[in-house]
Structures are given as C-alpha cells and as structure tokens.
C-alpha cells in the first residue's frame, strides 16, 4: 500500500498532471473537431495558432479560478461548475480577439462549436476520472489523516462539525482535548473528550494520530506555547485555527512577508495575477461593448440634448478602489439644478428634478453606459460594487462598520447586489446593509467565473427593475 501523506507529497506534481490534461483536453478537443470538420490535413497555421492561444488562456484563467489548488472539501458539481464558467471565459475571450484582430472570417464556426463543446467535455471527463482515483485512495487509507482538536468549545465544536460534513476530504476528527472538568468524558457530535491537554503525546501513540489542530481563543497564548512544548519530539502536524472568526473578515489568508507569516483578515483579492486577469477582462470587454454600443450612445446623446437644456454628461465626483477619489460619468437624467454643498438627495418615484427621458434612462440603467470609458480609464470595473455618493459613503460608514470594505476593490457599473435586485434608492439603513453585504460577499468570492455569472445575469435581469427611479 502507498504510504498515507502520498497526495499531500507529492501535491505540486499533481498539480503539474492537472496542468498537462487539462491542456491536452484543449488540444484533442480542437483536433476532434478539426477532423469532424475537415479531411484535409495538416491543418492551417491559423488553427495552430488559434489551439495554442486556447492552451494558454486556459492554464492562465484557470490558475486564476483556484482551479489547481485543493479540491479537499469541495464537491464534484462545484467543481464541474467553476471548470464549466472558466473554460467558457477562455471561449469569450478568443471570440473577443478574434473580433478585435478582424481574423473571426478565418475560422469555420462549425469548428469553434465543435472544439468548444468537445474541449467542455473532455475537460469533465478528466475531472471527473481524477475526482473519483482521489477518492478512491483516501476510501482505501491513502492521504486519510486522523485529528485530535485541542479544545471543545464553540471554535472546537465548529472545526469538528465542517470536518464531519466533508467526509470526502479524507479526513477524521477522534477526540477531544479540553482542560474544563466539567467536559471530561463527554461526546460532542459523536467524538468523545478524551481528557486533557496534556493527555496529547499518549493519544498520538494510542490513536496514531496524524495531525493536532489548536481551536483555543486568542487569549490562550500560554496554553498554544504548553502544549508546543509538549509535542517537541512527536512528529504529528500541528496546527492551529484562529479564533478570528467573530471579526468581519476579507479574503483571510496567510501571507508571507519578509519571511513572516502573516494573518490578512482584511485584504483586497486584486494582487498578483489576480489584478492582471482582472485589468484584461475590463479592458477587452469595455472596448467590444463600446464599439458594439456606439450607435445607442450617440442616439441617446441626441435624446439627453432635446430632454432639457444642459449638458449630456453628469460628472459626480465619488469614492474608487482603496478610496481615491475618482469621477464617474452618466447621461445626464435630471434638469440642471444645484443643492446644498455636501449635500446628495438621492432620487425618489416620482422626482420631479427627472426629465421624462431621465426616467427611462434610469429604469433600464441606459444612464450607466458611460461608465464603460471609466473602465477604460482603469478607475473602474464591469462588475464590482457600485460607487456611491461621496455623501452617502460619509453617512453609512459611521452607520454599517464594514461599509467602507466595499472599496477594497474598483466600483463596478453592475454587481452581485444589483443582480439581486438591490438596485435604486436605499431609503432605509437596512437596504443598505444588504447591498453592504451583498458586496462584501461578492469581494471576499471573486473570481473569473463569478464576474461572468454577474455579466450574463445582468443580460437577463439587471437592466430593467422597478426600484429604479
């Protein structure tokens, strides 16, 4: 039998198999294709080209979705679904640069159908077939960890029950450890306290434990460097699960800096390739909207010109990503009119500051067509949390603590609040806590393949909406 820490071993040739198949899926599908399509061979330099671009965009974006980090705990129909939207990103974005490099008459679209449903399937397949080999060996003891949590309190109860719902994981909670008396002998979701803190060493032997997981509370800085101490000569992992989790956290993770572990509980998810992935997708999508737009924009221009006297742009000043300052433009929806400094009222049913072309502009979110030119500025996104009034930022901020985390990222003209119908006016604190939340949620899960659910949701769904006026 192979010996149990096998796939943790050898974790990055894994990755690397995983890297090959999948572009090995890219290539046999194109080549299927190509020889349902055609029966001329060797095949033109363009669909080389075209094969070996699909190869590189596919490693990059699925690197980008977590694709080839660790599936422990994750479902299959999770991952058919992330491994489904990256690979149709990677569709999206080659019909894009064939669009924008003019060469989309050099290739047959029966092919492009073909490869794309051919490469979605044999990219499944291999999921799938690893999927079920890796499950295969932890059901056979291969990878399968035993786990002793050191302490049984809430933290501890919660480490225990997340385990015991990912049985798939390969992973399994045998005991307790906890020093309050009155939890000696005692079973919490079927795993039996089996003594104290310093019972450790003789129930690594007893039980053959493989790793020691501390859920104790921050305080318990004294007792962590205890129980270290007396796990200096075993050779079981140990590792330690933050009490962070009443905090409002950020894409928590740890980082190495200078050689420091450090804990991030509030970070932005644009660094790295994360920003690169992100800076692309705005700027290809932005300029083939744009281009396919431009007749609605000068027509709606026209209309914003004959509505009422003033200019077609309204330029309002609000807060972009890290808080910097940035100016958002709109078609202009109301007649020109000045308030109080400091002062943002936000528009209501029936104002009377809209113009009648205004309200149509409003109810189906023509007026943010601009915004795809402060996507090209880079000071904002396709999809991110919409930008409010410098006004109302200072109002809610002092009213909803986590409100201003929605600018570790670049505002979006759509986002996942809006797509859930948390569009218009937030009359009450409690919408706007929502829509906090909605965009909290939307930040801390980031990825390609959400800013397309987003996109095509709003295709269907978030343009028109009663609540916006």
Known sequence: MLPRGILREYASVLSFV??????????????????????????????????ILG????????????????WRGKSWLHQAKVISVSWFGVVIVLIL????????????????????????????????????????????????KRIVVVGAGALGQSV???????????????????????????????????????????????????????????????????????????????????????????????????GMAVLDLTASPMVGLNRAIKAIEDRVLALFILVLISPLLAAIAVGVKLSSPGPVLFKQRRHGWDGKLIKVYKFRSMVVHCEDAGKVTQAKKCDYRITKFGVFLRRTSLDELPQFFNVLQGCMSIVGPRPHAIAHNEQYKEQIEAYMLRHKVKPG???????????????????????????????????????????????????????AY
């Open 18 to 51: 995983a890297r090959f198949f999948d572009a090995f899926c890219i290539v046999l599908g194109a080549t299927v294709a190509y020889a349902w399509r055609f029966d001329q061979w060797p095949m033109p330099v363009q669909y080389r080209m075209a094969i």
């Open 55 to 70: 190869v590189l965009l596919t490693l990059i974006l699925f690197s980008s979705s977590g694709i080839y980090q660790s």
């Open 97 to 144: 640069i064939a669009f924008l490099t003019k060469s989309s008459a050099e290739f047959s679209r029966q092919w492009l159908v073909a490869w794309i449903l051919s490469g979605w399937t044999f990219l499944l397949l291999f999921r799938f077939a690893l999927t079920y080999i890796l499950h295969a060996m932890r059901r056979r003891g291969m990878n399968h």
């Open 160 to 258: 225990a029950k997340n385990i015991q719902g990912a049985d798939w994981t390969g992973l399994e909670v045998v005991a307790f450890l906890d020093d309050s008396e009155s939890l000696q002998e005692h079973w919490i979701n079927g795993v039996q306290v089996s003594g104290k803190t310093t019972k450790a060493n003789l129930l690594i032997e007893k039980e053959k434990i493989d790793e020691i997981w501390l859920a104790l509370p921050l305080r318990a800085e004294n007792k962590v460097k205890e129980i270290l101490y007396d796990l200096r000569h075993s050779m079981v992992t140990v590792r330690f699960v933050p009490d962070i989790f009443g905090f409002r956290l950020l894409n928590h993770s740890v980082t190495d800096v200078a």
């Open 413 to 467: 003209i759509t986002g996942w609040a809006q797509v859930n119908g948390l569009r218009g006016e937030t009359d009450t604190l409690d919408k706007m806590k929502r829509r906090v939340e909605y965009d909290l949620y939307y930040i801390e899960h980031w990825s390609l393949w959400f800013d397309m659910k987003i996109i095509v949701r709003t295709l269907f769904t978030g343009f028109v909406d009663k609540n």
